[in-house]
């Protein structure tokens, strides 16, 4: 264990819908690049996401440089299986028949574990091949990751000859070498995500041999106030509710109602949402450090305030990984 | 559609869908209105739900139950003060099963449904099948609806990689059911004709993947082909319910960016498609207060003199010397915490204007800081959806 994140070739970035997976992944990708490797990052759900926190157009099966260093490139099986044929099994003019992938699209469709194979095999032989130093994948919610993480293994005790069974062996090994390989599980200190993270957590011990690289509590609130600034904050918020709201009171030239209690219900009340939010997302995140197998790191991001999405916001992920990642 | 509010939808309607991206709360949103119909029409009604989290689903009985419909005791609405005049039903999605019921009930003959349900392919499809689980939701939803057990029945859909698939899942079933190249793969191999298309096909399916797999195939579908005509006259009966006039969609959503955008895309294929967006519930939404214009000048006062302005709020408050200085670094973070806040209350408000375009009730559910564990939290929540007036 105790593989530095980034030193690994393979990353798949995992986690329940909505809880900043592409964001994470993304800036993880940034992150690489700005250190110097040369980067892919790959999404696997054509949800078109990807291209949003680069602010490119749409990501295709070739990639394409998005930032210096940086590749991206979505996801598809039937490029995948076209490029496999063309590669693998010098089939160049099969590859080229539109039936024959229509109807591989077809098996993979009915097939179980195809599909997932043809992502996890495109992915695995970029690592194979070290075209790149670092590659980075937006993977499938935590709901779908561990059948596409462990399908070499699942394929390859259903077909038991075959050029397909041949092909899982090295790629089972590439995918269990912790050196090599990590899963990178994102979540949000609230009820449902932790819940997840920590079965996701508990299948991929038990149903893969894939590492647990680390786990991304994401939208982490800052602590407002220490224990004196509470009780203060709280005898005022008493008073301010308290005091006569000034209905019809004209507005004064600084327009400010900074210097009455009354004035203050706003900002008060910003205070206490802040306050209660952060409060409601204690208990998960202690759940959360609580339930992670020992050795397996933690780290914070903060809720963004400012922009959550664009180039920005990455750049600004990307950073406060870093930061997280010393 | 003025005049329209979900507890209307809840009284015209007999089935409501809650759609969504993951984490929106969609399965909370289905579970209250269900809770209010029960609580409040009078009415029978059962919430079908797919992933809750767990001590939502104890309280409502779901642990012990899972695919099987079980009742919510009235004595569960206690804590909420709540007298149901109907009753609230509930059941879990667990997709292995359902797919077992459905292969039971189509399967021509008992050795049939024996053969498939011990085929070690099955297993795999059944619960790995991309649109399974979509397409049991549906075909559950349809088989329930017939049997006219319930008033209202509320669905919350899976959590899938495109919110639309469940849509189309039952048309991908027929489709695939009827498709040719299944026809030709499960044709007696003599009978098989190789075409220019095929034969290189199955020589390279051959070469890669073996011909006892292909054989394991062709055996599999060779049996669930005897349920064609079953699945593919489900597959259009469920098409047919969900367009009908007994069918509404509540579209939920949070106002953050990549949630609200698969929103848009969502309300717009329904409308695409006919079919009833009767409303859009907005989840964790910030108060309104945020964008007040005065309290904006306020905290940029705090921000800039906060240490000043402590002074006469000391004063008012009867502050200790220390206490007044504590009150002064308090301040400024006070106003930045109210203008950090404003800044994603106003994207809020933006993204609120472009998402109500074609949803028919709007409502918005504030951030709860507790979760929804019980009765009483899902009444608090649907309250909110029911007295929301319409956009």
Known sequence: MDIPLLDRRLLFVTGKGGVGKTSVASALALLGARQGKRTLVCEVDAKGNLADFYGVGPLEFAPTEVQPNLYAMAMNTEESLREYLKLQLKLPLLARLGPVAKMFDFVATAAPGVKEILTVGKIAYEVRERNYDLVVVDASASGHVVGQLASPVALGELISVGVVQAQTAWMIDLLKDPATTGVVVVATPEEMPVNETLELVGRLGTETEIDLAAVVANRVLPELFGRAEQELFDELATAVRGADQPVAQPKVASGSGATTLAGLDGVVEAAELAVGLRRSRVPHLKRLRAGLPEGVPLLNLPMLFIRTHGTRATHAIAGLLEDELV | ?391
């Open chain 2, 1 to 391: 559609m003025a005049g329209s509010s979900i507890r209307n939808l809840a009284s015209g309607r007999e089935i409501l869908i809650s759609a969504g991206s993951g984490g929106v709360g969609k399965t909370t949103t289905a579970a209250a209105v269900a809770t209010m119909a029960a609580a409040t029409l009078g009415l029978k009604v059962l919430v079908i739900t797919v992933d809750p989290a767990r001590r939502l689903a104890n309280a409502m009985g779901l642990e012990q139950f899972g695919n099987v419909e079980s009742r919510v005791p009235d004595e569960a609405f206690q804590g909420a003060g709540v007298r149901p005049t109907g009753e609230l039903w509930a059941a879990m999605l667990d997709t292995k099963e359902s797919w077992d019921d459905l292969v039971r009930r189509h399967a021509p003959d008992a050795q049939t449904r024996d053969a498939i349900l011990a085929n070690p392919l099955y297993a795999n499809i059944s619960s790995r099948f991309v649109q399974s689980h979509d397409y049991v939701a549906m075909e559950r939803l349809y088989e329930i609806h017939s049997s006219g057990r319930y008033d209202l029945i509320v669905v919350d859909t899976p959590p899938t990689r495109n919110a639309l698939d469940f849509l189309d899942a039952p048309q991908r079933m027929a489709d695939f059911f009827s498709s040719r190249l299944l026809r030709w793969l499960i044709a007696p191999s003599r009978s098989r004709v190789l075409t220019f298309a095929s034969k290189p096909f199955y020589t390279v399916a051959d070469r890669i993947l073996g011909s006892q797999f292909l054989q394991d195939i062709a055996e599999f579908f060779i049996l669930f082909q005897t349920m064609y005509d079953g699945f593919v006259e489900r597959s259009e009966a469920v098409s047919r319910l969900l367009a009908s006039d007994d069918t509404s969609f509540i579209v939920v959503s949070t106002l953050e960016v990549s949630p609200a955008r698969e929103a848009k895309y969502f309300l717009a294929e329904l409308n695409k498609r006919n079919y009833d967006v009767g409303a859009l519930v907005l989840n964790k939404t910030l108060p309104s207060t945020l964008t007040d214009q005065a309290s904006t000048v306020t905290a940029h006062d705090l921000v800039e003199h906060g240490a000043e302005r402590a002074e006469p709020l000391g004063e008012a408050l009867g502050l200790e010397q220390d206490r007044q200085a504590l009150l002064g670094r308090m301040l400024p973070e006070l106003g930045e915490n109210f203008l950090r806040f404003q800044l994603v209350a106003g994207r809020e408000a933006e993204e609120r204007d472009r998402l109500a375009v074609g949803a028919g009730t709007v409502a918005s559910v504030p951030y709860f800081t507790e979760d929804i564990t019980d009765i009483a939290g899902l009444v608090r929540l649907g309250k909110r959806l029911w007295d929301e007036n319409p956009a």
